[in-house]
């Protein structure tokens, strides 16, 4: 089935999509008021012509041409408006519907959306009134803010999640929001209320839970369950203050050094360590393709060392991998080592699409590049990746290498027989107004998306040994369709290109 919230670029397909229902709806409103219209016009002509008539019925029929011309109208013409009436002029809109419904968002999507709303509040530590009212970096884009209704599903989603956190939050906001004079057509405060106060008993908040379950009792006395519920409260919250039961605590939003680092709060470094980290054009010891055009190296951390280049492609080549990419776009996967298969899984929200080198003079172009400036052996490197990240889009900590140990006797990327992922060629082919930073939480570093600029590091100690310092995430993006195209390399053929080193210091 088709996914749309991981990719906003599988999205853009959808605003066609409704243009062209927008189109086929017109064309039935049209219909259908052509049809009235006539309808109405021979209602008009009759009602004339049947006043004069009924005044003196049998005198007006007493003229032949008249009771010609009225058996004719009760014979054929009101069969023919019957005909007309019970006309159905929507059989051209409910087929194009039907036959596009397939490929529209499923019941998954606006939980993935939902969930995504939850997952960039605890990342950006963004309070829930903030994110309904919309009020992020861009906020020329807002159409209209999160309502009454849009705020309980959010809260229904966080709730299927078994994430009461976020419900209380969510409810509390709908209710604020009702307060405030919204006039919701589907929710009211009971219902609200209701889940409110559950969620705060579930989190063990007995009394806040009483508080809402009073509240709730204030407009609907008669209702049995918040009844039980008060009477239940109050008995617990009763033994609590004889300390015979303590309070357990919601799941409260992690803020680690991952969450951190997404908001740009990168680890200090030593001004003298910041000092020795160098700026300067790379020409790779002088090879012939980059004398003539040397690219701008910027070294973004040393332990591990990562560097980025500038201005690697051109805007037109980014709109070739993008234009390549998109009518192949899928649901990003991770693979499992072990079983060799691979997985949606809600730690890495996007979709992507590879690219031989061969499917465009300019992919080939770019790898060779990419050889030219690293100095790897590119033949075993993987196709190129483009992948487009969705609302909320995002890669939870990961390290790009297969973990192995040397006792195991399975090979990573056995089914490659390459070796594994010794470096990896992260290029920006988009910027990203807000969020979506590439972070290193084990050791501080982030590098923010720039369009046309390549981040570059080993995965792989000089022994083959995977670098744990190298684990990398990509921040959820916050504000943005954040694109990115990224070359894998492998083991083999950098034998002598890398050179191995018996310890596993770089
Ligand atoms: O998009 C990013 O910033 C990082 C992507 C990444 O780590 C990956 O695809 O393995
Ligand atoms: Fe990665």
Redesign the pocket.
């Known amino acids: 089935a088709d996914e749309f919230y991981s990719s906003i670029g599988r999205m853009t397909e959808l605003l066609y999509t409704e243009q062209q229902l927008l189109a086929s709806l017109n064309d039935y409103i049209q219909a259908e008021e052509n049809k009235l219209e006539t309808v109405k016009r021979w209602s008009e002509s009759l009602a004339n012509l049947s006043s004069f008539a009924i005044k003196n019925p049998e005198r007006f029929l007493s003229h032949p041409v008249n009771a010609f011309k009225f058996l004719k109208r009760m014979n054929r013409e009101w069969r023919d408006l019957e005909g007309l009436v019970r006309s159905n002029v929507s059989d051209g809109f409910v087929s194009n519907f039907n036959s596009r419904s397939e490929h529209l968002p499923n019941d998954d999507d606006l939980t993935g959306v939902a969930e995504a709303l939850v997952r960039l509040q605890d990342t950006y530590q963004l309070d829930t009134d903030t994110m309904a009212k919309g009020k992020l970096p861009g906020t020329s884009l807002l159409l209209s803010n999160l309502t009454v209704e849009d705020c309980y599903d959010v809260g229904i989603a966080a709730y299927r999640d078994n994430d009461f956190y976020h419900t209380e939050l969510w409810m509390a906001q709908a209710l604020r929001q009702l307060e405030q004079g919204e006039t919701p057509e589907n929710v009211d405060a009971g219902i609200l209320l209701d889940y409110h106060s559950f969620v705060l008993y579930k989190q063990g908040d007995l009394k806040s839970a009483l508080v809402s379950t009073k509240r709730l009792l204030e407009i609907d006395p008669e209702n049995e369950r918040a009844n039980q519920n008060l009477k239940y409260f109050e008995e617990h919250l009763a033994k609590q203050q004889t300390g015979e039961e303590t309070l357990k605590k919601g799941r409260a939003p992690y803020n680690n050094v991952y969450e951190r680092l997404c908001r740009g709060n990168s680890m200090e470094m030593t001004p003298l360590r910041q000092s020795l980290l160098s700026c300067r054009y790379h020409d790779n010891h002088g090879h012939p393709n980059l004398l003539i055009a040397p690219f701008k190296e910027e070294e973004l951390w040393d332990q591990p060392r990562i560097v980025r280049y500038y201005d690697i492609v051109s805007e037109e080549d980014m709109a070739i991998y993008k234009a390549l990419a998109q009518p192949r776009l899928m649901r990003?996967k991770v693979r499992d080592g072990k079983t060799e298969k691979s997985y949606p899984v809600r730690t890495r929200v996007?979709q992507?699409a590879w690219l031989k080198d061969r499917d465009h003079e300019r992919v080939g172009r770019m790898v060779r590049r990419i050889g030219e400036i690293t100095g790897l052996d590119m033949s075993t490197a993987e196709d190129l990746?483009v992948?487009n990240?969705g609302v909320g889009g995002q890669?939870e900590p990961?390290v790009?290498f297969q973990r192995f140990s040397v006792n195991e006797s399975v090979e990573p990327y056995a089914h490659l027989g390459t070796g594994n992922r010794i470096a990896?060629w992260?290029l920006?082919i988009s910027d990203v107004q807000a969020g979506?930073?590439?972070v290193f939480p084990n050791v501080g570093a982030i590098?923010w998306?720039i369009k046309g600029s390549a981040v570059f590091w080993y995965n792989l100690l000089p022994d083959g040994q995977g670098n744990y310092e190298t684990q990398?995430?990509?921040?959820p993006v916050l504000v943005g369709s954040?694109w990115?195209a990224?070359k894998w390399l492998h083991e083999r053929g950098q034998e002598f290109r890398r050179r191995c080193g018996l310890q596993s210091s770089t």
Do not use: E, F, R
């Open positions: 990003s996007s992507n990746q992948a990240y890669y990961h790009d990896t992260l920006y979506g930073a590439t590098a998306p990398h995430a990509a921040c954040k990115v990224n």
